[in-house]
């Protein structure tokens, strides 16, 4: 089979390698792809977000079966095109995208269907906005509605935080239109928990659970990024616990968009918030979640792409979907001062090749046969290994390997996960 892999992020390349290991998977292709996923795949030189180029490059090329995997294309209908000129693809259409592109939907569609989230109020004026913040409880939390790289969320513990917050994305439209309309929440407290999940609209099947690392320094600390690492998997999820979210949130879900008339299909992610009073949904990615794919697929075991083509035909319920139950470990290294200022345009020097770890580049291009780096976040590097301790500390030798000017990566990915371990036992 011809596959076509709409993308260009170490998510895609994570996605790509994946792929390649399927028996039918003749050739890849990655549409517009990266310097490192040119080792993995052709890359097509057309922007994941022009949908005719595209699609006639897809009809052209004779592809079998398309996935796309980053949110702008898919809320833009990459899916329906693909689909509407014969060609299979992975991922949701524009209407149930939309769980993800327009966070004021989502949270009306939990609402409505009584599925567990943080209360919520949404604004589409700055001055109400800014009213309402001063009796709302403190801390909070700002959202942009709709999409903005991972990045339109702000947690403010004081009224100055919030108010800035409410300006940057209503008054400066520091993300564009996606911050004209805006949500004020209430903070919800617990570990953090990112579920990926195969569902062909009926059938909903888990991944293994994970946990990101979203803020830019140790500790916790510093901006929101795109996300500096994660493991796989997440020792605070439990099976009880997953027996919870299945019958409260993950069904209710599919079926709350099926009654809605925008089945789902594809990967649809779950950030959730573990709290006293019970697991509750944080937000909906309408589509593999980065990082934590990069921890996450180096652990399943069944076909990619049998599991992929099963969510495209409906017969998910049929399909094995296996991981391992080993655990991983994903480090990020980036370009200094990402998420703000960086430079680019370094050399970027892969770590020796070492069993059980794999390197996913995110922001790379390739040169006269050289790798640069082109963008903040550069290489995820992820380890394998049967416990978390021991795929910490080989995905951080390997990382330490890489070599590229401004290098930067957090130090305490899993130090969090590892607590939870110390204090409950073996994972």
């Given at each position: 089979m011809k596959?076509?892999?709409?993308?260009g992020?170490?998510?895609?390349h994570?996605?790509?390698?994946?792929?390649?290991?399927s028996?039918?998977?003749k050739?890849?292709?990655?549409l517009?792809g990266?310097?490192?996923?040119?080792?993995?795949?052709q890359?097509v030189?057309?922007?994941?977000?022009?949908?005719g180029k595209?699609?006639?490059?897809?009809k052209e090329?004779?592809?079998?079966f398309a996935?796309?995997a980053p949110?702008?294309?898919?809320a833009?209908g990459?899916?329906d095109a693909l689909?509407?000129?014969?060609?299979?693809?992975f991922?949701?259409?524009k209407k149930?995208a939309?769980?993800e592109?327009?966070?004021?939907?989502?949270?009306?569609?939990?609402?409505?269907?009584?599925?567990p989230?943080?209360?919520?109020?949404?604004?589409?004026k700055e001055?109400?906005?800014?009213?309402?913040?001063e009796t709302?409880?403190?801390p909070?939390?700002?959202?942009?509605?709709?999409?903005?790289?991972?990045k339109?969320?702000?947690l403010?513990?004081?009224?100055e935080?919030?108010?800035?917050?409410?300006h940057?994305?209503?008054?400066?439209?520091?993300?564009?239109?996606?911050g004209?309309?805006?949500?004020?929440?209430e903070?919800?407290e617990g570990p953090?928990?990112?579920v990926?999940s195969f569902?062909d609209g009926k059938?909903?099947v888990p991944?293994v659970?994970?946990?990101d690392?979203k803020r830019?320094?140790?500790g916790?600390?510093g901006?929101n990024?795109g996300?500096?690492?994660a493991?796989a998997p997440?020792?605070?999820?439990t099976k009880?616990i997953?027996?919870?979210?299945?019958?409260?949130?993950?069904?209710?879900t599919?079926?709350?968009?099926a009654a809605?008339?925008?089945?789902?299909t594809g990967?649809l992610?779950?950030?959730?918030m573990?709290t006293?009073?019970?697991?509750?949904?944080?937000?909906?990615?309408?589509?593999f979640?980065d990082p934590?794919t990069?921890?996450?697929?180096?652990?399943?075991e069944?076909d990619?792409?049998?599991i992929?083509?099963?969510?495209v035909?409906g017969?998910l319920?049929?399909?094995p979907v296996?991981?391992s139950d080993k655990?991983a470990?994903c480090v990020?290294?980036?370009?200094?001062?990402?998420?703000a200022?960086?430079?680019?345009?370094?050399t970027?020097t892969?770590p020796?090749a070492?069993?059980h770890?794999?390197c996913?580049v995110a922001?790379?291009?390739?040169?006269?046969?050289q790798l640069?780096?082109?963008g903040?976040?550069v290489l995820?590097?992820?380890a394998?290994?049967d416990?978390?301790?021991q795929a910490i500390?080989?995905?951080?030798?390997a990382a330490?390997?890489?070599?590229?000017?401004?290098k930067y990566?957090?130090?305490d990915i899993?130090?969090r996960?590892?607590?939870?371990?110390?204090e409950?036992?073996?994972?």
């Amino acid at each position: 089979m011809k596959i076509l892999v709409i993308g260009g992020g170490g998510r895609e390349h994570a996605i790509v390698k994946k792929l390649k290991q399927s028996p039918r998977a003749k050739k890849l292709y990655a549409l517009p792809g990266n310097g490192g996923i040119a080792a993995d795949a052709q890359l097509v030189p057309i922007g994941a977000k022009e949908i005719g180029k595209m699609v006639d490059f897809a009809k052209e090329e004779g592809i079998d079966f398309a996935v796309v995997a980053p949110d702008d294309p898919l809320a833009l209908g990459a899916v329906d095109a693909l689909r509407a000129a014969g060609i299979p693809a992975f991922g949701p259409d524009k209407k149930a995208a939309e769980i993800e592109s327009s966070k004021v939907f989502a949270k009306r569609l939990m609402k409505q269907y009584g599925i567990p989230t943080a209360a919520f109020e949404v604004f589409d004026k700055e001055e109400d906005a800014l009213r309402y913040l001063e009796t709302a409880p403190i801390p909070t939390v700002i959202k942009a509605d709709g999409l903005a790289l991972g990045k339109g969320v702000t947690l403010a513990y004081t009224l100055e935080e919030a108010k800035a917050a409410v300006h940057a994305l209503m008054g400066e439209r520091i993300f564009g239109k996606s911050g004209a309309r805006i949500l004020i929440e209430e903070m919800l407290e617990g570990p953090e928990v990112s579920v990926l999940s195969f569902t062909d609209g009926k059938t909903v099947v888990p991944m293994v659970s994970a946990m990101d690392h979203k803020r830019a320094q140790d500790g916790d600390k510093g901006p929101n990024t795109g996300g500096m690492g994660a493991i796989a998997p997440n020792p605070y999820y439990t099976k009880e616990i997953a027996e919870l979210c299945m019958k409260t949130i993950f069904a209710p879900t599919i079926a709350a968009m099926a009654a809605e008339g925008r089945p789902f299909t594809g990967c649809l992610y779950f950030g959730l918030m573990l709290t006293a009073q019970g697991p509750r949904v944080i937000e909906y990615n309408c589509r593999f979640g980065d990082p934590e794919t990069q921890a996450v697929l180096p652990l399943l075991e069944s076909d990619l792409l049998d599991i992929m083509e099963a969510t495209v035909k409906g017969t998910l319920d049929q399909t094995p979907v296996v991981f391992s139950d080993k655990s991983a470990c994903c480090v990020v290294l980036a370009s200094e001062g990402y998420p703000a200022r960086y430079e680019t345009g370094f050399t970027l020097t892969l770590p020796k090749a070492r069993d059980h770890v794999e390197c996913f580049v995110a922001g790379a291009k390739l040169e006269n046969g050289q790798l640069l780096t082109a963008g903040g976040r550069v290489l995820g590097v992820t380890a394998v290994e049967d416990t978390l301790p021991q795929a910490i500390a080989v995905a951080y030798r390997a990382a330490d390997d890489a070599a590229f000017t401004n290098k930067y990566c957090r130090r305490d990915i899993g130090a969090r996960a590892l607590a939870a371990v110390t204090e409950g036992g073996e994972v």
